[in-house]
């Protein structure tokens, strides 16, 4: 049945696929799978809205923003990669100044896969965890939102896939199924990071994840838009330049929230949470909670403080620093320090460590000053409402479960604890229970009428490309 579908044409690429004779074998077996996972792991009840979405059909700036009414399995999951760039070299590591591999190099085959497969793996997962979120959407922009991601998400998968079946042959074509295999938060057979193993049970769940993990998509992205592996740098080049919508619809997801309930205590003059909670939108200490348990799990995402996995990836040109080309060191790094915590005698204390085996605690001090500057704009909309509150990002020792503080117990303002003090305060810190069903019961039915607001979140200041807020982003048959 497959082999009549002319995939060169279908899914729109600037990968010469009509000419590639193994890949396209390749995508034979996979694509059908893909939809299988796509009908039963997708947007629940979502396969016969039309969905104002935008596809990517080329890399040129008007291929790259084409807005229109699309069916989401009809969706064009293009392979894209960024043009390339003349005489381009590996920029870091033992391999500097040699020209960059088009060809996986033999000696790295095996990190270059891992790499590959733990980006991939992510992409599914966040679709599988957003897949219910639809039956209780805000409004018709935020429903199309939602789908905008889950369908780039399913085109990050196959750009990963993409460099399995082209470079890597049969360990590649398994690695690929295997993708399609493990499921978000399933015991036997988990999605590989522990972040997106979580549930996203609400929209400010989903708002924090797009903000948050989200974002350490974009600093892993760059960092591997470094690479001296080419297609993979061309590939994340272009997934970079869709990743800035997710992350928008985190940032201000979340701060129509702040700014919604700001202005309903201002305007009932009230501060108590549970008076707060009566005017049906969400006090500012639970939205803290989820702000600490989103930032603290995707602080994880970013491996070991020190770690001999990034100090291979980068001695070997796999995976840079972010904005590697535009830092000014030697970009080898083997004589360099770099200062990690860890926990000494009840205290957080500083260290230095070679900085080749700290790279990913550099990614993630990279990472939380960009993170800061989101939440200063969030505070912002509490400043204007005149309220003594900010949200603050929590210590970055704090409810952590990889690298030095993994086994620590530490409080939001890098207190060490027992785990007796800490566990007894633990629902001050992270959402409970009665947070998430209070949330939840917030967000029991969707609102579609066209330009209506769920009462717990503000409009957005402008539609999607330059549409009116009243819009019909979603139509559903
Ligand atoms: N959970 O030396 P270590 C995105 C494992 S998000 C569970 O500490 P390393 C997106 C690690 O695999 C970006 N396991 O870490 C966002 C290793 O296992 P093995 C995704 C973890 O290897 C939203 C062991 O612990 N991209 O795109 O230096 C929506 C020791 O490893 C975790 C990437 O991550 C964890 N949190 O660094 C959609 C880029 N952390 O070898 C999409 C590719 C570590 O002992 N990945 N482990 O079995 C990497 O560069 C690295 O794998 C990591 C870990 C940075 C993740």
Known sequence: MTSTVDYGDRIPNNVDLGRDRVLQRALEHWQPAYMGWWFDMGPTGSQAYDVYLRTAISVDPEGWANFGYVKMPDYRWGIFLAPPVAGREVNFGANKGRPAWQDVPGEYRSPLRRIIVTQGDTEPASVEQQRMLGVSCPSLYDLRNIYQVNV???????????????????????????????????????????????????????????FFTDRDGKFQLSSLAESGFDPLARTCRFMLTEEAHHMFVGETGVGRIVQRTAEAMAEAKVENPDQVRDLGVIDLPTIQRYLNFHYSVTLDLFGSDVSSNAATYFTSGLKGRFSETKIDDDHVLDEATYGVSEVVGGNVVNRYAPALSALNERLRDDYIAEVQAGVDRWNRHIARAGLPFSLKLPHKAFHRAIGNFAGHYVSPSGDVMSKEEWQARRNRWLPTEKDYAFVQSLMAGRVVEPGKFANWIAPPRTGINARPLDFEYVRFN
């Open 152 to 210: 780039e998400e399913g085109r990050h998968l196959w750009a990963m896939v993409y460099l399995l079946h082209r470079y890597f042959g049969r360990d590649g074509r398994e690695e690929a199924e295997a993708l399609l295999e493990r499921r978000s938060g399933d015991e036997d057979n988990p999605r590989i990071l522990g972040a997106f193993n979580e549930p996203t049970p609400d929209w400010l769940a989903f708002y924090m994840f797009t």
